[in-house]
Every structure is written in C-alpha cells, then in structure tokens.
T-cell receptor
Framework: DTGVSQDPRHKITKRGQNVTFRCDPI?????LYWYRQTLGQGPEFLTY????????KSRLLSDRFSAERPKGSFSTLEIQRTEQGDSAMYLC???????????FGQGTRLTVV | GQQLNQSPQSMFIQEGEDVSMNCTSS?????WLWYKQDPGEGPVLLIA?????ELTSNGRLTAQFGITRKDSFLNISASIPSDVGIYFC?????????????FGTGTLLAVQP
C-alpha cells in the first residue's frame, strides 16, 4: 500500500500523559500536513512541513503540541500533558506540490480519559 | 478555526436520485477540492479543481470551480447506497504564503435503497 500511513489508529490515554503519533507520507511527497477533526466538524489545520522545515503552525497548536519531520520523511506529532479537550481524530496528509491534491491517512483517534 | 460554508448540512435521498451540494467563501481560492469521509476513516479525495470556471467529472461525480473563485459545487448523479458518507469541500487561499486547506462544515448524505 503506497498511501499515507498513520500509527496508531486508536489511542486511549489518561489526562496528563504524553502521547506521540506517527505519520508516513506517500513516497516523494515533500509536503506534509497535520489536521485535527472533532465530531461533526471538518478537519482543522494544525501545521505544515515542506521537507524537514516546519513552515506554518496554527494558533490551535498550543505549546503542549510539537511536531517534527526529521530528514523530511516521516513525521511525529507529540501532545504533552494531555487534556480531555485534546480528544479528537488527528489526520495527516501529504502532497507532491504547493497547490493541489492532499492525500489523507486513516487518522489516529485519541481519547483522553 | 476558519471553516467554509457548506450546504446543505444533510441530505436524505432515495437511491437513483441526483444530489447537489455547494460551498461558499468570502475569500478567493486558488484550488478547490472535494473529499468523502466514512465514519472512523480519513477523507478520500474525489475531485480537484484548479481554474475558475473549470468543470471536472469523476464517474458519477461532477464538480465546478466557481467563476468568482469564491464557491464550488459537487453533483452526484444516480446515487447508490455506497455514496453514503460525509462530503467535505476544501480550498486553498489565493493570497499569502499559506498552503493549508480550509475545510467546509460537511454535508451528510444518506441514501435509502
């Protein structure tokens, strides 16, 4: 399968714990996005990488959130000191060009209890 | 975060009927994309539009990029039960250096056999 891959698919964690999600984009896609989606809403932009450079971050991305893309390949999104409000679907997407198609992974469903 | 106005919010139709949904914005977009999302899954790209006035088809799906560059619509002809899901529009702004996709609020489609 050559699509965007996310791991894990589901994560349940206790409030206050740290969690890390991984995204493997489509090969040779140098653009990678993270989005968050809550129930009944469309995905909301979190951050964007071009190769290894993080070029844009949303104000939604509080200081408890950090994302990396070492070597411009896979990316990780870490949430520290999780809160119940962090419960959501976290989606990763990759794109081969600046403007145009973005292909999404299956998402990681986070539940903070 | 910012979301596009998408209508209708939901549609309940009989198999075989045609469906139309649209998306509007107060901003000008360079790209319009249409996605379908099944429960618990990531959005799947259906159609991408790049030019004002462009009309593009993908099987029973047809989408158009509005001439004003502030709107787009999606038509589904002869609906079938597997068309059930949530449809999202998404756009990329024409101005500024941002590459993020801004999503609509979604249209829930239910098809009765």
């Amino acid at each position: 399968d050559t699509g965007v891959s996310q791991d894990p698919r589901h994560k349940i964690t206790k409030r206050g714990q740290n969690v890390t999600f991984r995204c493997d984009p489509i090969s040779e896609h140098n653009r990678l996005y993270w989005y968050r989606q809550t129930l009944g809403q469309g995905p909301e932009f979190l951050t964007y990488f071009q190769n290894e450079a993080q070029l844009e971050k949303s104000r939604l991305l509080s200081d408890r959130f950090s994302a990396e893309r070492p070597k411009g390949s896979f990316s990780t999104l870490e949430i520290q000191r999780t809160e119940q409000g962090d419960s959501a679907m976290y989606l990763c997407a990759s794109s081969p060009r600046v403007m145009g198609e973005a292909f999404f992974g299956q998402g990681t469903r986070l539940t903070v209890v | 975060g910012q979301q596009l106005n998408q209508s209708p919010q939901s549609m309940f139709i009989q198999e075989g009927e045609d469906v139309s949904m649209n998306c509007t914005s107060s901003s000008i977009f360079n790209t319009w994309l249409w996605y379908k999302q099944d429960p618990g899954e990531g959005p799947v790209l259906l159609i991408a539009l790049y030019k004002a006035g462009e009309l593009t088809s993908n099987g029973r799906l047809t989408a158009q990029f509005g001439i004003t560059r502030k709107d787009s619509f999606l038509n589904i002809s002869a609906s079938i039960p597997s068309d059930v899901g949530i449809y999202f529009c998404a756009g990329q702004l024409a101005r500024g250096a941002t590459n993020k996709l801004i999503f609509g609020t979604g249209t829930l489609l239910a098809v009765q056999p």
